[in-house]
């Protein structure tokens, strides 16, 4: 459900005098059916309701609304009152058709539970529009009779969602968004029921992130399972969502996540400002907004980070980051990231603190191969030698004996051949892609090598390699070292391992400069804060880390006594 | 570039320790041994390398107390408030010149070494234009991300010359070492002069003080480099001496990299430790280079406005030429010492009469001295 | 975020542009691929065989260059029948000159990084200047420090073709030469930089010998070099030179020394575990004279008296007694050969004045070696046996 105070980003293509609903019946489904069209899932029901005498209409979009709601909960009283019911409900406690006590005083109560629940936004299960309400009840005595009826049949709708809105596009917005639409004769505005309903994915392990300890919940693309499942993990009343509509014709729920009183409102509004300049015609999926919002279009690294899993999401916004929930994609950007984070998943705060920094200086390990083991081949084989033992030297000289290509070549063909076979082992199902990766892998190297095309230690680097790419907890970090490496190779292959140190040296460089959202890409190993490296590359125990990371600047630093 | 405040360009006491220490270890590690014991000939080089390492932290203090007297406000900046604007600009001239210099030679001696221990047939030009091509990626980067790196890379190459010091201790013979002052304490300061033009370097606080968040830490990180730099440069000098006796430190080359060459693990496993060496020092190089660079910008976007950006482009070109000035290493080794002479006689001289002519004149702030 | 990326994309197609000029116009200059090179394991030293002059009466030399044979090596190509090495000799006036005819010669460029080891033959070792027979070698940035030197009796050259169990002469004679702490009879390996230091300091001192037998090569005994000429002097045979490491007191030696007895003039075998000496020089107004304390701890491994108990606290000192003067016998005898035959001070007595009393020093260090070689030395021996192995006594 929308809030009119809805930031309608890029809603320039709708026009920006509100059409308000007639009182006319008639009218207001001319008006629908001349926007809308005539397309056939759009599902126009008229009926009369017996007991006030009204014709009514009911408008939804088949195929996402829950057909329950709409039939059960809004037909079925509606088209079963009987008038003396209608009576009776219209004059109970209260003079006349006009109940504007019982309105103001359900209002009153609605308004005195939402100031329970504090200003959270729209997304409670609760009536919203009660400001509305009360204010159109207040003053607008001149609804007269249609507004009675109104107040009659809301009040037979056992439907937790109720709104009210005069506007044409409001509704049309509502029903397109999967609510159900009631047009009532002599009322100008329309009851929107909350009724949305589509199909959607259960809740699965995400296929992204593996862990062996730890919950195996992810995101699905439906927008309120998602943010249900954050509200599970923090049950803090201060977790605010700010909700956005961005793409012109998308129009897709966007939801930015923080946490009152802990996360730097400077940070906050930082991603305000990135989000109200999106000016696009869809947002497919979070990928669109993280590469309209990131700081820097031309590096290799991303920027923000992106994850299918709730409790990592959860743990971020703790540290002080804010999240962006997309609709329609279990991919939830995070914000800002750092190369550390890359580097860790959240298994290592779920394992004991021993296993955990040692895994992780594992994966450093893997990173440093993924990067630099085939560029170091290329380097030793083709121009510092030197650098091997001699009897390795020798046998890797006998290996290479056949091979007819230089280094170079060879290390190209087989890396290029590899990351075909990765990328071919994603689009087939399942069991046969992991048999086709690893038997092709094995017998393409083998057969390499027996044909003197590659030597076999050439098939020992990349398939090293290869694995070692396969440990980063982050996928787009895991690409980026992918993309880095080649640039290695062709560095090590021009000036060997002057190439590879100059390479390198680029790319820290890089990072040096990056930034996201503000805060250096290399934090927290620089600017240098011992205390702030109790999670870097050894996870210190649990009870030792009592400081929020400082690099998020939060509001509030401590977290465990 | 997305700061979500605006951005306050400024660097910590340890960022800015590192980087006086990082411009000073440059290049002189390498041939600071050969110097030395040329001078004082008896194996007792590496106490006047100690000896000058004071004298160096006592020229480092009156740099931090310039720094200090003036916080948040670059020595291009503050020069010309000091001696008034024409002289002002001299000065700044005069500095940023230096700076090309010791940024060209530093380029030099990187290719120099380079060629002789990786890359053979390489062009020189080729080495020299990549490594100055990543390096002005950095320096346009502004003054955070250069102190950003160099606090990365600090730890790694105190760590590459510590691993140095410690496997060459197989070869480390204490008679090479010994007779302790057999002659004297007269040719201990004999050999100053020489091992004092190493030390040169420290003076990038005059323009990295403007930086600092905190300005009253200014003397202690400029201690804090210089001594570091101090113990390393003794250490090396000493197990240089050690392992290859003061005869042959005098007949070699580059005998840093020579003590490198020594080095052996056992079965011959890591077998050309020079070359890996190398390859790791190009690292400190690097950021050595930036420094200067950077130095150079500042100076010539204090003189004539424009963004420090356009400068450095600018300066590239004029950098390489010097680069390429020398036509052989004994050429190359002469410019390195006229620029240390050069430097010596600026930064020995100047921060003192600078200093002392704000005391006078009242300038500047006056608690924080 | 305008300027800064302006900036940025500058650069970025600058240096861009400019790698690809350089390489794609022109290349990897310095590719050097593993498989095409000569790897030289073993370089030797000779005089030529025609006696050493060519036409302008300029002194020659013959290199020796062992090249390994990779595909010797390897699984598929190789086993027993391959060889896995070549050797080439070639002639010339100076090192380079040799280096650069083999370039005419053998189809892969050659490659020092790997040498092993450097054998100097016996002529050349005596005739020529060491420090220019080197000097290619220092210079070069390929070639380690840590070679291995040593010296041929006769000439290098055959010693590259004595191998056993499958492996490359170079390969088998550089582990020889590591085996210099399991016996007393051979001294310490001496690496290429160390001869450098050496000889730059002109400091007088001893090579590994390695001589060709039918089958094999043998690593012991000392080649003297003298250090003033920077040429060999002579030999110490293997009992000189087991008396001459006992002086120099290295620490990691594990050599034995036979004793006898004295009582029943049986043989004794003692394994050395630590052997420690201490130079003391002393100065009686002009004249100088040393003494060398040498101690030293081992194990009594064999005896072949009777009974020979060594539960007998008596036998055991006899015993030492018995290995202490054969010390004292080795050691002198290879003073005599150093210090009055060949006039050099291959021990280091120099050094110990120079530390000790750098005055005194300062006014003999010229002509040091000569003043030295009429200089007494006296020598003192104490040996320790700790302990005497599983068994104690023949007979009890």
Same mark, same amino acid.
């Given at each position: 459900?929308?809030?009119?105070?809805? %930031?309608?980003?890029?809603?320039?293509?709708?026009?920006?005098?509100?059409?308000?609903?007639?009182?006319?019946?008639?009218?207001?489904?001319?008006?629908?059916?001349?926007?809308?069209?005539?397309?056939?899932?759009?599902?126009?029901?008229?009926?009369?309701?017996?007991?006030?005498?009204?014709?009514?209409?009911?408008?939804?979009?088949?195929?996402?609304?829950?057909?329950?709601?709409?039939?059960?909960?809004?037909?079925?009283?509606?088209?079963?009152?009987?008038?003396?019911?209608?009576?009776?409900?219209?004059?109970?406690?209260?003079?006349?058709?006009?109940?504007?006590?019982?309105?103001?005083?359900?209002?009153?109560?609605?308004?005195?539970?939402?100031?329970?629940?504090?200003?959270?936004?729209?997304?409670?299960?609760?009536?919203?529009?009660? $400001?509305?309400?009360?204010?159109?009840?207040?003053?607008?005595?001149?609804?007269?009779?249609?507004?009675?009826?109104?107040?009659?049949?809301?009040?037979?709708?056992?439907?937790?969602?109720?709104?009210?809105?005069?506007?044409?596009?409001?509704?049309? *917005?509502?029903?397109?968004?999967?609510?159900?639409?009631?047009?009532?004769?002599?009322?100008?505005?329309?009851?929107?029921?909350?009724?949305?309903?589509?199909?959607?994915?259960?809740?699965?392990?995400?296929?992204?992130?593996?862990?062996?300890?730890?919950?195996?919940?992810?995101?699905?693309?439906?927008?309120?399972?998602?943010?249900?499942?954050?509200?599970?993990?923090?049950?803090?009343?201060?977790?605010?969502?700010?909700?956005?509509?961005?793409?012109?014709?998308?129009?897709?729920?966007?939801?930015?996540?923080?946490?009152?009183?802990?996360?730097?409102?400077?940070?906050?509004?930082?991603?305000?400002?990135?989000?109200?300049?999106?000016?696009?015609?869809?947002?497919?999926?979070?990928?669109?907004?993280?590469?309209?919002?990131?700081?820097?279009?031309?590096?290799?690294?991303?920027?923000?980070?992106?994850?299918?899993?709730?409790?990592?999401?959860?743990?971020?916004?703790?540290?002080?980051?804010?999240?962006?929930?997309?609709?329609?994609?279990?991919?939830?950007?995070?914000?800002?990231?750092?190369?550390?984070?890359?580097?860790?998943?959240?298994?290592?705060?779920?394992?004991? =603190?021993?296993?955990?920094?040692?895994?992780?200086?594992?994966?450093?390990?893997?990173?440093?191969?993924?990067?630099?083991?085939?560029?170091?081949?290329?380097?030793?084989?083709?121009?510092?030698?030197?650098?091997?033992?001699?009897?390795?030297?020798?046998?890797?000289?006998?290996?290479?004996?056949?091979?007819?290509?230089?280094?170079?070549?060879?290390?190209?063909?087989?890396?290029?051949?590899?990351?075909?076979?990765?990328?071919?082992?994603?689009?087939?199902?399942?069991?046969?892609?992991?048999?086709?990766?690893?038997?092709?892998?094995?017998?393409?190297?083998?057969?390499?090598?027996?044909?003197?095309?590659?030597?076999?230690?050439?098939?020992? &680097?990349?398939?090293?390699?290869?694995?070692?790419?396969?440990?980063?907890?982050?996928?787009?970090?895991?690409?980026?070292?992918?993309?880095?490496?080649?640039?290695?190779?062709?560095?090590?292959?021009?000036?060997?391992?002057?190439?590879?140190?100059?390479?390198?040296?680029?790319?820290?460089?890089?990072?040096?400069?990056?930034?996201?959202?503000?805060?250096?890409?290399?934090?927290?190993?620089?600017?240098?804060?011992?205390?702030?490296?109790?999670?870097?590359?050894?996870?210190?125990?649990?009870?030792?880390?009592?400081?929020?990371?400082?690099?998020?600047?939060? *509001?509030?630093?401590?977290?465990?006594? | 570039?997305?700061?979500?405040?605006?951005?306050?360009?400024?660097?910590?006491?340890?960022?800015?320790?590192?980087?006086?220490?990082?411009?000073?270890?440059?290049?002189?590690?390498?041939?600071?041994?050969?110097?030395?014991?040329?001078?004082?000939?008896?194996?007792?080089?590496?106490?006047?390398?100690?000896?000058?390492?004071?004298?160096?932290?006592?020229?480092?203090?009156?740099?931090?107390?310039?720094?200090?007297?003036?916080?948040?406000?670059?020595?291009?900046?503050?020069?010309?408030?000091?001696?008034?604007?024409?002289?002002?600009?001299?000065?700044?001239?005069?500095?940023?010149?230096?700076?090309?210099?010791?940024?060209?030679?530093?380029?030099?001696?990187?290719?120099?070494?380079?060629?002789?221990?990786?890359?053979?047939?390489?062009?020189?030009?080729?080495?020299?234009?990549?490594?100055?091509?990543?390096?002005?990626?950095?320096?346009?980067?502004?003054?955070?991300?250069?102190?950003?790196?160099?606090?990365?890379?600090?730890?790694?190459?105190?760590?590459?010359?510590?691993?140095?010091?410690?496997?060459?201790?197989?070869?480390?013979?204490?008679?090479?070492?010994?007779?302790?002052?057999?002659?004297?304490?007269?040719?201990?300061?004999?050999?100053?002069?020489?091992?004092?033009?190493?030390?040169?370097?420290?003076?990038?606080?005059?323009?990295?003080?403007?930086?600092?968040?905190?300005?009253?830490?200014?003397?202690?990180?400029?201690?804090?480099?210089?001594?570091?730099?101090?113990?390393?440069?003794?250490?090396?000098?000493?197990?240089?001496?050690?392992?290859?006796?003061?005869?042959?430190?005098?007949?070699?080359?580059?005998?840093?990299?020579?003590?490198?060459?020594?080095?052996?693990?056992?079965?011959?496993?890591?077998?050309?430790?020079?070359?890996?060496?190398?390859?790791?020092?190009?690292?400190?190089?690097?950021?050595?280079?930036? @420094?200067?660079?950077?130095?150079?910008?500042?100076?010539?976007?204090?003189?004539?406005?424009?963004?420090?950006?356009?400068?450095?482009?600018?300066?590239?070109?004029?950098?390489?030429?010097?680069?390429?000035?020398?036509?052989?290493?004994?050429?190359?080794?002469?410019?390195?010492?006229?620029?240390?002479?050069?430097?010596?006689?600026?930064?020995?001289?100047?921060?003192?009469?600078?200093?002392?002519?704000?005391?006078?004149?009242?300038?500047?702030?006056?608690?924080?001295? | 975020?305008?300027?800064?990326?302006?900036?940025?994309?500058?650069?970025?197609?600058?240096?861009?542009?400019?790698?690809?000029?350089?390489?794609?116009?022109?290349?990897?200059?310095?590719?050097?691929?593993?498989?095409? %090179?000569?790897?030289?394991?073993?370089?030797?030293?000779?005089?030529?065989?025609?006696?050493?002059?060519?036409?302008?009466?300029?002194?020659?030399?013959?290199?020796?260059?062992?090249?390994?044979?990779?595909?010797?090596?390897?699984?598929?190509?190789?086993?027993?029948?391959?060889?896995?090495?070549?050797?080439?000799?070639?002639?010339?006036?100076?090192?380079?000159?040799?280096?650069?005819?083999?370039?005419?010669?053998?189809?892969?460029?050659?490659?020092?990084?790997?040498?092993?080891?450097?054998?100097?033959?016996?002529?050349?070792?005596?005739?020529?200047?060491?420090?220019?027979?080197?000097?290619?070698?220092?210079?070069? %940035?390929?070639?380690?420090?840590?070679?291995?030197?040593?010296?041929?009796?006769?000439?290098?050259?055959?010693?590259?073709?004595?191998?056993?169990?499958?492996?490359?002469?170079?390969?088998?004679?550089?582990?020889?030469?590591?085996?210099?702490?399991?016996?007393?009879?051979?001294?310490?390996?001496?690496?290429?930089?160390?001869?450098?230091?050496?000889? %730059?300091?002109?400091? $007088?001192?001893?090579?590994?010998?390695?001589?060709?037998?039918?089958?094999?090569?043998?690593?012991?005994?000392?080649? &003297? &070099?003298?250090?003033?000429?920077?040429?060999?002097?002579?030999?110490?045979?293997?009992?000189?030179?087991?008396?001459?490491?006992?002086?120099?007191?290295?620490?990691?030696?594990?050599?034995?020394?036979?004793?006898?007895?004295?009582?029943?003039?049986?043989?004794?075998?003692?394994?050395?575990?630590?052997?420690?000496?201490?130079?003391?020089?002393?100065?009686?107004?002009?004249?100088?004279?040393?003494?060398?304390?040498?101690?030293?701890?081992?194990?009594?491994?064999?005896?072949?008296?009777?009974?020979?108990?060594?539960?007998?606290?008596?036998?055991?000192?006899?015993?030492?007694?018995?290995?202490?003067?054969?010390?004292?016998? @080795?050691?002198?005898?290879?003073?005599?050969?150093?210090?009055?035959?060949?006039?050099?001070?291959?021990?280091?007595?120099?050094?110990?004045?120079?530390?000790?009393?750098?005055?005194?020093?300062?006014?003999?260090?010229?002509? =040091?070696?000569?003043?030295?070689?009429?200089?007494?030395?006296?020598?003192?021996?104490?040996?320790?046996?700790?302990?005497?192995?599983?068994?104690?006594?023949?007979?009890?």
């Amino acid at each position: 459900m929308t809030n009119k105070n809805t %930031t309608w980003a890029g809603a320039g293509v709708m026009s920006n005098e509100q059409r308000r609903l007639s009182e006319k019946l008639h009218d207001n489904i001319l008006a629908f059916q001349s926007i809308m069209g005539q397309s056939p899932d759009v599902i126009l029901r008229k009926f009369r309701i017996p007991g006030l005498n009204k014709d009514a209409a009911l408008i939804y979009i088949d195929g996402l609304v829950d057909k329950q709601t709409a039939n059960e909960l809004v037909l079925r009283p509606l088209m079963m009152l009987e008038p003396a019911k209608a009576r009776a409900l219209g004059t109970a406690g209260h003079s006349g058709e006009d109940s504007k006590p019982p309105r103001a005083a359900r209002s009153r109560a609605k308004a005195a539970e939402s100031a329970l629940v504090g200003t959270d936004e729209n997304n409670m299960t609760v009536s919203t529009g009660n $400001s509305q309400e009360g204010a159109e009840g207040s003053g607008t005595g001149a609804e007269s009779a249609g507004s009675g009826h109104h107040m009659v049949t809301s009040a037979l709708l056992n439907v937790a969602e109720l709104k009210e809105s005069p506007l044409l596009d409001d509704c049309i *917005q509502e029903v397109l968004g999967g609510n159900t639409v009631l047009l009532l004769e002599d009322a100008d505005t329309a009851l929107i029921v909350g009724s949305c309903g589509w199909p959607s994915r259960s809740i699965e392990e995400p296929v992204s992130e593996t862990v062996v300890r730890g919950p195996r919940e992810g995101f699905t693309e439906a927008f309120r399972t998602n943010t249900a499942l954050l509200r599970r993990r923090i049950k803090d009343p201060n977790l605010v969502l700010e909700p956005y509509k961005l793409g012109r014709r998308s129009k897709t729920d966007v939801a930015l996540v923080y946490i009152r009183g802990l996360t730097d409102m400077a940070l906050v509004e930082e991603m305000r400002t990135r989000l109200a300049r999106i000016d696009i015609d869809d947002v497919m999926e979070s990928g669109y907004i993280e590469q309209l919002v990131e700081d820097n279009v031309m590096s290799p690294f991303p920027q923000l980070q992106t994850t299918e899993r709730p409790d990592r999401v959860a743990a971020a916004l703790l540290e002080g980051r804010i999240a962006v929930l997309t609709d329609g994609t279990p991919f939830v950007l995070i914000a800002p990231v750092t190369f550390t984070m890359m580097l860790s998943s959240s298994e290592d705060y779920y394992e004991r =603190w021993m296993p955990s920094s040692l895994i992780r200086l594992l994966r450093y390990a893997a990173a440093f191969f993924a990067l630099f083991l085939p560029s170091l081949y290329i380097a030793l084989i083709s121009y510092n030698h030197g650098l091997i033992p001699t009897k390795l030297a020798i046998s890797i000289a006998a290996g290479r004996e056949g091979v007819p290509f230089p280094s170079i070549v060879e290390a190209l063909i087989m890396e290029v051949t590899l990351e075909i076979l990765r990328e071919a082992g994603l689009r087939l199902p399942k069991p046969i892609g992991q048999a086709v990766g690893i038997v092709g892998g094995l017998v393409i190297g083998q057969a390499a090598v027996q044909a003197a095309i590659v030597s076999p230690i050439m098939v020992i &680097v990349v398939a090293l390699t290869a694995i070692s790419s396969f440990a980063f907890p982050q996928y787009e970090a895991g690409i980026a070292i992918r993309m880095l490496r080649f640039g290695m190779m062709l560095a090590a292959a021009v000036l060997g391992l002057f190439g590879v140190i100059l390479f390198f040296i680029l790319i820290m460089a890089h990072l040096a400069r990056l930034q996201s959202f503000g805060v250096s890409y290399l934090s927290p190993v620089v600017p240098a804060r011992p205390s702030q490296w109790k999670d870097l590359f050894l996870r210190f125990p649990l009870r030792m880390m009592k400081q929020r990371p400082l690099m998020n600047r939060p *509001q509030d630093t401590r977290r465990q006594k | 570039m997305g700061q979500r405040k605006p951005s306050a360009e400024t660097i910590t006491a340890n960022q800015a320790a590192m980087m006086v220490s990082k411009a000073m270890i440059g290049t002189g590690i390498l041939i600071l041994p050969q110097s030395v014991s040329m001078a004082v000939n008896t194996p007792d080089g590496w106490l006047s390398v100690l000896l000058s390492g004071f004298v160096a932290l006592l020229a480092g203090w009156i740099v931090g107390l310039l720094c200090r007297r003036f916080p948040g406000r670059g020595f291009y900046a503050y020069v010309g408030d000091i001696i008034g604007r024409p002289l002002g600009a001299c000065v700044v001239v005069l500095v940023s010149v230096y700076y090309l210099f010791s940024a060209g030679y530093l380029l030099r001696v990187m290719g120099e070494v380079t060629r002789m221990y990786l890359l053979d047939k390489t062009p020189i030009m080729v080495t020299m234009v990549l490594f100055m091509l990543v390096a002005n990626y950095l320096t346009v980067g502004g003054i955070n991300p250069i102190a950003r790196l160099i606090e990365l890379f600090m730890p790694i190459i105190v760590c590459i010359l510590m691993v140095l010091i410690v496997f060459s201790f197989r070869d480390f013979e204490l008679d090479n070492v010994r007779p302790v002052l057999g002659e004297g304490l007269l040719p201990v300061f004999q050999g100053m002069p020489s091992s004092i033009l190493s030390y040169s370097g420290f003076e990038v606080l005059l323009f990295l003080g403007g930086f600092m968040k905190m300005s009253r830490k200014a003397v202690p990180a400029v201690l804090a480099g210089i001594g570091l730099t101090t113990v390393l440069y003794t250490l090396i000098v000493l197990v240089t001496i050690g392992s290859l006796t003061v005869e042959e430190v005098k007949t070699v080359t580059w005998p840093t990299m020579s003590v490198a060459m020594n080095i052996e693990l056992p079965d011959g496993f890591f077998e050309r430790f020079e070359s890996l060496f190398t390859v790791l020092w190009v690292l400190s190089m690097y950021t050595a280079y930036v @420094l200067y660079q950077y130095g150079a910008c500042l100076g010539a976007a204090q003189l004539y406005g424009k963004d420090f950006r356009v400068w450095a482009y600018v300066v590239m070109p004029i950098i390489f030429a010097i680069a390429v000035l020398p036509d052989n290493l004994n050429a190359v080794f002469a410019l390195g010492e006229y620029n240390s002479y050069a430097s010596l006689l600026m930064f020995g001289l100047l921060p003192v009469i600078l200093l002392a002519v704000a005391a006078v004149r009242r300038i500047g702030n006056e608690q924080a001295t | 975020m305008s300027k800064p990326l302006k900036y940025g994309t500058v650069w970025l197609l600058l240096a861009a542009w400019l790698t690809m000029n350089a390489v794609l116009l022109s290349g990897c200059w310095d590719r050097n691929e593993i498989e095409e %090179t000569g790897i030289v394991l073993g370089i030797g030293l000779d005089m030529p065989s025609d006696g050493g002059d060519d036409e302008q009466r300029r002194p020659k030399i013959s290199m020796t260059h062992q090249i390994a044979l990779p595909t010797g090596f390897s699984e598929q190509g190789g086993g027993k029948t391959q060889k896995k090495y070549m050797n080439i000799t070639s002639e010339g006036p100076i090192i380079f000159d040799n280096i650069r005819q083999l370039a005419t010669r053998i189809d892969r460029p050659p490659s020092y990084e790997h040498v092993r080891v450097i054998v100097i033959g016996e002529q050349v070792a005596r005739q020529m200047d060491l420090r220019n027979v080197i000097n290619f070698f220092m210079r070069n %940035t390929e070639t380690r420090r840590s070679i291995r030197v040593v010296v041929a009796k006769g000439r290098s050259e055959p010693i590259f073709s004595q191998h056993k169990s499958g492996q490359t002469p170079a390969i088998e004679l550089r582990e020889m030469t590591e085996n210099y702490h399991k016996t007393l009879r051979t001294p310490v390996q001496m690496t290429l930089g160390n001869l450098s230091e050496h000889l %730059t300091g002109q400091h $007088s001192f001893v090579l590994q010998r390695v001589m060709a037998l039918r089958e094999e090569s043998q690593l012991s005994g000392a080649a &003297v &070099v003298k250090g003033a000429t920077a040429r060999m002097v002579g030999w110490l045979g293997e009992l000189e030179t087991a008396g001459l490491n006992c002086l120099l007191g290295i620490r990691r030696f594990n050599g034995v020394i036979e004793g006898v007895e004295l009582e029943s003039g049986a043989m004794l075998g003692y394994e050395v575990r630590r052997m420690k000496r201490h130079i003391v020089p002393i100065i009686e107004g002009d004249r100088i004279s040393f003494e060398v304390r040498i101690k030293s701890e081992g194990k009594l491994r064999e005896d072949w008296a009777n009974p020979g108990d060594s539960f007998d606290q008596a036998f055991v000192e006899r015993a030492e007694q018995a290995t202490a003067a054969r010390i004292r016998q @080795l050691a002198e005898r290879a003073l005599e050969k150093t210090q009055k035959q060949y006039k050099v001070d291959v021990v280091g007595f120099g050094k110990r004045l120079s530390i000790d009393h750098p005055a005194v020093w300062r006014r003999v260090k010229d002509d =040091w070696e000569d003043r030295f070689s009429r200089m007494p030395v006296k020598v003192k021996v104490e040996v320790r046996i700790q302990e005497f192995g599983t068994r104690g006594s023949k007979r009890r």
